[in-house]
């Protein structure tokens, strides 16, 4: 049996810490990943106290992470679609309150990953940039998807024009990377905000309509972008998103409706006292499609073969900071400075 060591969190506000950690068989529907490369995220980040509200539930010690890409080494009762020697990327949601186990984290060697939130990867994909998308992708997914949300039409290899118009306020961000292909994928257009020098990296992914959000206009300026297309949804990303997304979307014609890139409580914070205009706001929590048909209706039935045909970028852009479970604390704490149409990656 392999010998797995992990990055672990000994309890709540603890340093992190490399150690010896056991090496899990996969149940049914599960599959075990050498990891090879893991992706930081803004969840990853949190200080201690933030864990009291953030994972009320989490049981330590903990592995935390939700990002990989690697081989399979072992599939569970059930799962046909992937194989030894498979490279895939995939989900782990060992934070979720109802897995909840450290053998699903993601920073460690061996990790225990739900068959339907792991998609196999091109071999000219390489693991440190494959280690971007999944909990972006899950996350752009549950609100541009998931009935609770915007509730739009899955993606397709052959999408039809719908000659609506998606808003993607924060578009140069990771979830926003993943929200503007996915919405084009369903064939929406797409109007995004981002910095003046992130124009040209939006407009690759398929954003029609490029604009500032720092401009003194941002609001005004997006409303000329999105023209009569009527708006299909907006999903806003990033803080101070949610105000000025609420204001255009009470102001365009088509649907009153948003999702923002931020948990439920994160959202209410943000709505308190402000006038809602009609305007429907729902907070994204990415995990939740593992149990809906969202997860494996994007992660193994769309993704492999977009990736395969050149359809779908694993954007953003990977920036390799380390090699080794001990260089990920030093990755974290660069991440908490900020990056910008970028994710940081680290090789395991």
């Known amino acids: 049996m392999p010998?797995?060591?992990?990055?672990?969190?000994?309890?709540?506000?603890?340093?992190?810490?490399?150690?010896?950690?056991?090496?899990?068989?996969?149940?049914?529907?599960?599959?075990?990943?050498?990891?090879?490369?893991?992706?930081?995220?803004?969840?990853?980040?949190?200080?201690?106290?933030?864990?009291?509200?953030?994972?009320?539930?989490?049981t330590y010690p903990a592995v935390i992470g939700g990002d990989v890409a690697g081989e399979v080494v072992e599939t569970g009762p059930g799962v046909d679609h992937l194989r030894p020697g498979d490279r895939v990327?995939?989900?782990?949601?060992?934070?979720?309150?109802?897995?909840?186990r450290a053998a699903e984290g993601a920073f460690q060697q061996y990790t225990v990953l739900m068959a339907q939130l792991v998609s196999p990867i091109p071999d000219d994909l390489e693991y440190e940039q494959a280690a971007v998308l999944p909990l972006t992708l899950a996350t752009a997914a549950t609100g541009l998807f998931q009935s609770d949300h915007l509730a739009l039409p899955l993606p397709t290899a052959h999408?039809?024009?719908?000659?609506?118009?998606?808003?993607?306020?924060?578009?140069?961000?990771?979830?926003?990377?993943?929200?503007?292909?996915?919405?084009?994928?369903?064939?929406?257009?797409?109007?995004?905000?981002?910095?003046?020098?992130?124009?040209?990296?939006?407009?690759?992914?398929?954003?029609?309509?490029?604009?500032?959000?720092?401009?003194?206009?941002?609001?005004?300026?997006?409303?000329?972008?999105?023209?009569d297309s009527?708006?299909?949804?907006?999903l806003a990303i990033g803080r101070g998103s949610v105000p000025r997304t609420l204001a255009i979307a009470a102001r365009v014609p088509g649907r009153r409706r948003g999702a923002s890139a931020q948990p439920g409580f994160a959202v209410r914070l943000q709505l308190l006292g402000r006038r809602r205009h009609g305007v429907q706001v729902s907070g994204i929590w990415g995990g939740t499609l593992k149990d809906n048909?969202?997860?494996?209706?994007?992660?193994?039935?769309?993704?492999?073969?977009?990736l395969a045909a050149k359809e779908y970028r694993a954007a953003p852009e990977a920036v390799v900071v380390g090699q080794g479970l001990d260089r990920i604390p030093a990755a974290l704490e660069r991440m908490r400075r900020g990056v910008s149409a970028q994710k940081l990656v680290v090789r395991i």
């Not at 808003?167 to 981002?194: D, F, H, K, P």
């Not at 009527?230 to 907006?234: C, E, K, R, V």
């Not at 048909?293 to 977009?306: D, H, Q, R």
């Open 230 to 234: 009527p708006l299909a949804g907006a």
């Open 89 to 100: 990327l995939g989900l782990a949601v060992g934070l979720e309150r109802n897995r909840n």
């Open 159 to 227: 999408p039809v024009e719908r000659n609506e118009t998606v808003l993607v306020w924060g578009g140069s961000t990771s979830v926003g990377s993943n929200a503007i292909q996915l919405a084009r994928g369903s064939g929406y257009r797409v109007v995004a905000t981002a910095s003046p020098h992130n124009f040209g990296y939006v407009r690759s992914l398929g954003a029609a309509e490029a604009v500032d959000y720092h401009g003194k206009n941002a609001v005004d300026d997006v409303i000329a972008a999105i023209g």
């Open 3 to 58: 010998q797995n060591t992990a990055l672990w969190l000994p309890k709540r506000g603890a340093a992190l810490e490399v150690g010896p950690a056991p090496f899990t068989e996969p149940g049914p529907g599960e599959v075990v990943v050498r990891v090879h490369a893991v992706a930081m995220n803004p969840i990853d980040t949190i200080p201690g106290i933030a864990y009291r509200i953030v994972l009320p539930w989490l």
């Open 293 to 306: 048909e969202i997860g494996p209706a994007i992660f193994t039935g769309y993704l492999p073969a977009a």
